[in-house]
């Protein structure tokens, strides 16, 4: 078979090739079988439209970020503005001496043991002729200045009255209940002192941590300075 022939066959089967391909609906189904079709479907109930209206919320009422919840448990703590204060020893309404003004007493005091140093040293200078010098002897001068010291507060604890200092700053000594000391609250104060000095001073910057101003001694000897009444 040749060439021509071939393509002549191939030409016979695709002799119609504009023909329609789709099979017809009306040659599957009879005109009464159409019909029947078309009613059923226009029975078939439509689908009701979704609802695009826009959905109202109730408002709520922002909860604060310290309101409790509801049905939450709480720890009922003690509010810490009605705590009350630790309460004071001073059983008087008799105020404590700024440590201003005791520092200025005690400064008068001090200024007066030394004067009574220089006086001793001037005396001793014209009883031998001169002063010995030197670490001993510097040493030896501090010791009588704490012995002076000593016994100038004994002198007013004796006495059983203020001390020139407390009367220059304008202070009186008192106890806890507002009244004059007993003799014997003086001596504990006059050596509770020492304490309060030889401790780096310890015992005289407690009365700035403290809350009634109290010094070391003021709280051993129950005694505090205050103003006077004149």
Known sequence: MDASTEQGEQRMLFSAPNEARVIPFDQLTSPAERESIRARASQIARQAPVRSAKA????????????PRENQQQFHFEDAAHTPAPRSPIQCGAP??????????????????????????LLFRFTVGSLPTGKVAYSAYLVCYAGLALAYKLLWCFANTDSFGMKAARLRL??????????????????????SLG????????????????????????????FTDE
């Open 96 to 121: 404590v001496a700024l440590p201003l003004l005791r520092f200025h007493a005690a400064l008068v005091d001090g200024f007066m043991i030394l004067l009574a140093l220089v006086m001793f040293l």
């Open 199 to 226: 401790a780096v001073g310890l015992g005289l910057i407690w009365a700035f941590a403290d809350a009634d101003h109290l010094a070391w001694h003021d709280q051993i000897s129950s005694t505090f300075p205050t």
């Open 56 to 67: 109202e919320v109730s408002p709520r009422r922002p909860r604060r970020s310290g309101e």
């Open 174 to 195: 008192v106890d806890l209940d507002g009244n004059r000391p007993a003799q014997p609250r003086r001596f504990w104060r006059a050596m509770s002192s020492f304490l």
